[in-house]
């Protein structure tokens, strides 16, 4: 057989024939156009260099926590990286992906009891990196590369069926959807690790953040029988991939490092590799015609699903080990010198915020960055989050504080300032080891994508009509002050404000449903239980409970949702959707008689929905007491009943004792052991998917205080 020619290290630096082959045989892919993105990026970038104080303050931040990460490696036993006792960081790309902040670290790279080609173990450090937690979706490298060629079809599922020349392209493709400079040449597939993009792992990053510290064949030990837990292999996988994510993670919160697909390194392979490797941040030998990949894959014994298993693959899968569909990747990044450099959302459960420097962390389109606003909000600027998913997600954005409704308006922007003063003010982040993970809504980006405007739109016409959306948004824009009635003023913003509002919920359902967080609290206005299908009332435009109640059927494929409205006032509106509908159960406890004159006992449902409406009036005056019974009494057996998929919280807090609206005596405490009833039948019924919803409530203290004990008892 004919000797197949090494590639030199000349080749390589000067045109790389061999790998340039690789990329031309492959069709070229069509990336998504993100040039009016990185305008805007770059725009933003210029508002921040003119306010010198909020860089400064923000620069030192970061310098001392990337300083922390490089240089806080602390003695261990040998074999364990010095890195593994303090969990790495869960941050977020611009894209929404998930990464783990992996810190500076030495390691024993190999095995003693391994392959030929897995010794002879040797000391390696690994500098700072970021590594994607999950190993990238068919969703993920459909959004930037036309096309999907995976075998097994699913959004969710790993892409694979994978060349080395694809996934370098992949990187590059999401480095510049993202403003950074890609790594790859594709013409000769060098990669130019001072490039700021994301690229492929070395070997050594791969097995450094797999092994998270550990030092035994699998980072769980060296029973084999635990590998189910872990890993889809060839004894549970039914000879399929499988979505990422479903087995338990790593010490370090990363998921699938063994089993599913087999991963690419950045590394050329060579078999005696090791004798050679240099002991410091190696990035493999210089020539070669294969590629490493690491992990095994769903057709993999157990003997190949170990930290240090290591096999050469020709990266247009001539000679394969593994079939195409076995072989997928997930990309790192080089760790940023600077939070400001990394457009990343980084929370923080120290609730870490400087009233000086006004920098809001927002996002548009799902594209985060960092921008000045004119007033103070929660920040959560530097994480010291741990990789479970948290229990409790935050949504909220300064948009919302857009939608002008007048200096003497109850329903005013200084009710979010409240509440986000008071959750800094408190440290919620910190309740009871579990941190709020703050999540940005969709706010309808007019270019589209799947959380653009148009899509928004289609979500919101499943509740109100095509005509009333369109007259809202014509009246905005006319300079209209009032919506349908006197009380729901309007402004220029406002439109675009309430598609926001919905894009909240939605945002935070898509989290929950994706095992981010249990359960959410969404602080947004306007607020949306009045709204009818074709008609605004009480300070309600669009219905966010109730649009997310269909989100949650149509988008999920959930049956039956429960929605919990404990406003003072009765959600007409959020009745009025379901009011023959028997798979949404509607529960209201409210002052009655009161506005808007609905919620009498009577009132039920009809035809097929008939008794999944369920109205508990209350006269003026009641409190704690009346409510919980209310809650024991009719909601809890009933929901058990009716079995939700999902739970929605209208949440409103205007029966607090001291709202200037209501009329009724409940107490920051009394809203803390309804959240805790509703959060207990939700844990029962639908493992815990619960998400809720801000409606009224315009005394700030009551406010603040109700939000405060709400949130706590989400958490606990």
């Known amino acids: 057989m004919r ?5 030199t290290t000349e080749a390589r630096r000067h045109g790389g024939r061999r790998i340039a082959r690789r990329f031309t045989r492959i069709p070229a892919l069509i990336y998504a156009d993100k040039s009016r993105g990185n305008r805007k990026s770059a725009k933003i970038r210029a508002e921040i260099s003119g306010h010198q104080r909020a860089i400064t303050m923000l620069g030192i931040l970061s310098a001392f926590l990337v300083l922390f990460i490089l240089l806080g490696v602390s003695c261990g036993k040998t074999g364990k990286s010095g890195a593994a006792a ?3 960081t869960v941050i977020e790309t611009k894209a929404g992906i998930e990464m783990v902040l992996i810190p500076a670290g030495w390691f024993e790279m190999g095995s003693r009891r391994g392959k030929a080609d897995e010794s002879p173990v040797h000391k390696v450090w690994v500098d700072a990196f970021l590594m994607d937690r999950y190993e990238v979706t068919q969703e993920q490298y459909g959004e930037l590369v036309l096309g999907n060629p995976s075998h ?3 959004p969710k599922s790993p892409v694979e069926q994978m060349s080395w020349a694809d996934a370098a392209r992949y990187c590059n493709a999401r480095s510049r959807a993202e403003g950074l400079e890609p790594c790859y040449d594709e013409e000769s597939g060098e990669c130019d690790f001072s490039a700021n993009g994301y690229r492929l792992p070395t070997e050594a990053e791969w097995e450094y953040a797999c092994r998270a510290g550990t030092a035994t064949d699998r980072f769980f030990g060296r029973e084999e029988r635990k590998l189910k837990d872990y890993a889809w292999y060839a004894e549970n996988s039914f000879e399929k991939t499988h979505p990422v994510g479903q087995k338990k993670p790593n010490p370090w919160g990363i998921y699938d490092m063994y089993g599913n697909v087999a991963e690419w390194c950045n590394d050329i392979y060579n078999e005696s590799y090791y004798k050679n490797s240099r002991e410091k941040s190696p990035r493999g030998p210089a020539e070669g015609d294969k590629y490493v990949l690491r992990g095994g894959a769903w057709s993999s014994s157990a003997d190949k699903c170990r930290s240090s298993y290591r096999v050469g693959e020709d990266p247009g899968f ?4 593994f079939a195409r569909d076995d072989i997928g990747f997930r990309c790192v990044r080089s760790a940023p010198h600077s939070i400001l450099d990394t457009g990343y959302r980084i929370f ?7 009233p000086a420097s006004n920098i809001q962390h927002v996002a548009y389109s799902g594209v985060a960055s960092f921008s000045l606003r004119p007033s103070s909000t929660i920040q959560y600027l530097v994480s010291n989050i741990q990789y479970q998913a948290s229990r409790t997600g935050f949504i909220y954005s300064d948009i919302y504080l857009q939608h002008r409704t007048g200096t003497n308006h109850p329903e005013r922007p200084q009710r979010l300032e409240a509440i986000v003063t008071r959750l800094e003010e408190k440290g919620l982040g910190e309740h009871r080891g579990s941190p709020l993970r703050l999540v940005t809504p969709y706010t309808g980006d007019p ?6 405007l148009p899509a928004l739109l289609e979500w919101i016409t499943t509740v109100h009509t095509a005509q009333y959306v369109e007259r809202v948004g014509k009246s905005c824009q006319e300079g209209i002050e009032y919506m349908d009635s006197i009380d729901t003023p309007i402004s ?12 909240g919920v939605l945002s935070a359902i898509d989290e929950v449903m994706a095992g981010k967080m249990r359960n959410a609290f969404c602080a947004l206005r306007p607020p949306g239980h009045h709204a009818l299908k074709d008609r605004a009332m009480g300070f309600c ?3 966010n409970v109730a649009i997310g109640a269909r989100y949650i059927q149509k988008k999920h494929g959930l049956s039956k949702v429960l929605i919990v409205d404990w406003d003072v006032h009765h959600g007409n509106g959020t009745q009025a959707a379901f009011y023959d509908d028997p798979t949404v159960l509607y529960f209201s406890t409210h002052q009655y008689p009161f506005y808007p004159g609905s919620g009498s006992r009577e009132e039920k449902g009809t035809g097929k929905g008939l008794g999944y409406t369920v109205n508990v009036p209350l006269p003026a005056g009641c409190g704690d007491e009346e409510y919980k019974k209310a809650f024991e009494e009719i909601l809890r057996p009933r929901a058990v009943e009716f079995n939700p998929d999902f739970v929605l919280i209208s949440a409103g807090f205007d029966a607090h004792r001291d709202d200037p609206i209501g009329g009724m005596n409940v107490t920051a405490r009394g809203f803390a052991e309804m959240t805790s009833i509703v959060k207990d039948i939700a844990e029962k019924c639908c493992e815990g998917r619960l998400v809720s919803v801000l409606e009224g409530g315009y005394d700030l203290d009551g406010l603040a205080d109700s939000v405060e004990a709400h949130v706590s008892a989400l958490q606990e």
Do not use: L, M
Not at 3 to 7: D, N, V
Not at 318 to 321: G, I, M, V
Not at 348 to 354: A, N, Q, T, W
Not at 447 to 452: D, I, L, Q, S, T
């Open 86 to 88: 303090k969990t790495p």
């Open 348 to 354: 923080d459960k120290s609730g870490i915020h400087d």
């Open 447 to 452: 270019a589209g994508g799947p959380h653009g």
């Open 492 to 503: 220029p913003e406002s439109y675009e404000v309430a598609v926001a509002a919905v894009g």
């Open 541 to 543: 435009i669009f219905n």
């Open 318 to 321: 001539q000679d394969a080990c």
């Open 152 to 154: 097994f079809k699913g």
């Open 3 to 7: 000797e197949k020619p090494k590639r």
